[in-house]
Protein backbone atom coordinates (compact mmCIF):
# COMPACT_ATOMS: atom_id res chain seq x y z
CA UNK A 1 0.00 0.00 0.00
CA UNK A 2 1.34 3.39 -0.92
CA UNK A 3 1.48 6.00 1.54
CA UNK A 4 2.91 9.68 1.87
CA UNK A 5 3.28 11.26 4.92
CA UNK A 6 3.81 14.52 5.12
CA UNK A 7 5.18 16.67 8.37
CA UNK A 8 6.91 19.56 9.16
CA UNK A 9 4.17 21.88 9.78
CA UNK A 10 3.16 24.55 12.59
CA UNK A 11 2.80 28.51 12.87
CA UNK A 12 5.18 30.92 12.73
CA UNK A 13 5.27 34.44 11.99
CA UNK A 14 5.83 36.39 8.81
CA UNK A 15 9.13 36.09 7.71
CA UNK A 16 9.86 33.14 9.48
CA UNK A 17 10.76 29.64 8.04
CA UNK A 18 9.80 26.15 8.29
CA UNK A 19 10.53 22.78 6.34
CA UNK A 20 8.23 20.02 4.77
CA UNK A 21 9.29 17.03 4.44
CA UNK A 22 7.04 14.17 2.50
CA UNK A 23 8.26 10.01 3.24
CA UNK A 24 6.81 7.97 1.08
CA UNK A 25 6.62 4.17 1.62
CA UNK A 26 5.36 1.26 -0.26
CA UNK A 27 6.98 1.34 -3.64
CA UNK A 28 9.66 3.17 -4.53
CA UNK A 29 9.19 6.84 -6.30
CA UNK A 30 12.84 7.22 -7.42
CA UNK A 31 11.81 7.25 -11.33
CA UNK A 32 8.87 9.62 -10.75
CA UNK A 33 8.33 13.63 -10.76
CA UNK A 34 7.38 14.66 -7.38
CA UNK A 35 5.47 17.64 -6.12
CA UNK A 36 4.33 19.85 -3.49
CA UNK A 37 0.73 21.66 -3.58
CA UNK A 38 -1.43 24.11 -1.32
CA UNK A 39 -4.83 24.48 -0.26
CA UNK A 40 -6.34 27.80 1.46
CA UNK A 41 -9.68 27.53 3.10
CA UNK A 42 -12.24 28.09 -0.01
CA UNK A 43 -9.55 28.05 -2.52
CA UNK A 44 -8.50 25.55 -5.24
CA UNK A 45 -5.48 23.01 -4.65
CA UNK A 46 -2.41 24.87 -6.63
CA UNK A 47 1.00 23.89 -7.46
CA UNK A 48 3.92 24.81 -5.52
CA UNK A 49 6.72 23.40 -6.09
CA UNK A 50 8.30 20.06 -8.71
CA UNK A 51 11.31 18.34 -9.45
CA UNK A 52 12.10 15.44 -11.66
CA UNK A 53 13.00 12.07 -10.86
CA UNK A 54 16.63 12.19 -10.69
CA UNK A 55 16.61 15.70 -8.82
CA UNK A 56 17.76 17.73 -11.26
CA UNK A 57 15.33 19.73 -12.67
CA UNK A 58 12.76 21.86 -10.56
CA UNK A 59 9.86 24.21 -11.11
CA UNK A 60 7.64 26.45 -8.77
CA UNK A 61 4.85 29.15 -8.75
CA UNK A 62 5.61 32.67 -9.35
CA UNK A 63 4.58 33.05 -6.02
CA UNK A 64 7.34 31.08 -4.15
CA UNK A 65 9.83 31.26 -6.36
CA UNK A 66 13.29 32.66 -4.26
CA UNK A 67 11.94 31.73 -0.85
CA UNK A 68 11.21 28.23 -1.32
CA UNK A 69 13.02 25.06 -2.23
CA UNK A 70 12.23 21.99 -3.24
CA UNK A 71 14.55 18.99 -2.71
CA UNK A 72 14.86 15.23 -2.93
CA UNK A 73 16.64 11.68 -1.53
CA UNK A 74 15.61 8.92 -3.61
CA UNK A 75 17.58 6.86 -0.82
CA UNK A 76 15.08 8.06 1.41
CA UNK A 77 12.05 8.28 -0.60
CA UNK A 78 11.81 11.69 0.94
CA UNK A 79 11.16 14.83 -1.08
CA UNK A 80 11.53 18.10 1.36
CA UNK A 81 9.85 21.81 1.02
CA UNK A 82 12.26 24.62 2.58
CA UNK A 83 10.42 27.69 3.44
CA UNK A 84 11.88 30.86 3.74
CA UNK A 85 10.37 34.57 4.50
CA UNK A 86 6.95 33.09 5.19
CA UNK A 87 4.02 35.81 4.59
CA UNK A 88 -0.05 35.23 5.51
CA UNK A 89 -0.95 34.24 2.36
CA UNK A 90 1.25 31.41 2.29
CA UNK A 91 -0.78 30.00 5.00
CA UNK A 92 -3.04 26.81 4.03
CA UNK A 93 -2.81 22.80 3.77
CA UNK A 94 0.39 21.79 2.38
CA UNK A 95 0.49 18.22 -0.14
CA UNK A 96 3.08 16.15 -1.43
CA UNK A 97 2.10 13.99 -4.53
CA UNK A 98 3.87 11.79 -7.03
CA UNK A 99 3.51 12.12 -10.50
CA UNK A 100 2.69 8.10 -11.54
CA UNK A 101 3.97 8.36 -15.25
CA UNK A 102 7.38 7.20 -15.16
CA UNK A 103 10.46 9.43 -15.71
CA UNK A 104 8.75 12.26 -16.82
CA UNK A 105 11.12 14.75 -18.25
CA UNK A 106 9.04 17.72 -17.49
CA UNK A 107 7.37 18.98 -14.34
CA UNK A 108 3.50 18.81 -14.15
CA UNK A 109 1.61 21.90 -12.43
CA UNK A 110 -1.38 19.87 -13.18
CA UNK A 111 -2.86 18.30 -10.08
CA UNK A 112 -4.63 15.48 -12.34
CA UNK A 113 -1.20 14.08 -13.36
CA UNK A 114 -0.66 13.31 -10.08
CA UNK A 115 -1.74 10.16 -8.78
CA UNK A 116 -0.42 9.77 -4.77
CA UNK A 117 -1.28 12.00 -2.46
CA UNK A 118 -0.31 12.12 1.05
CA UNK A 119 -2.60 13.87 3.84
CA UNK A 120 -1.39 17.09 3.90
CA UNK A 121 0.13 19.14 6.69
CA UNK A 122 -1.39 22.60 7.80
CA UNK A 123 1.03 25.81 7.85
CA UNK A 124 -0.05 28.80 9.41
CA UNK A 125 1.76 32.05 9.00
CA UNK A 126 0.61 34.85 11.56
CA UNK A 127 0.91 38.82 10.46
Known amino acids: QVQLVESGGGLVQTGGSLRLSCAAS????????MGWFRQAPGKERNFVAGITWGGDTTSYADSVKGRFTISRDNAKNTVDLQMNSLKPEDTAVYYCAVDGRHRRPVITTNSRNYDYWGQGTQVTVSS
Open 26 to 33: GRTFGSYD
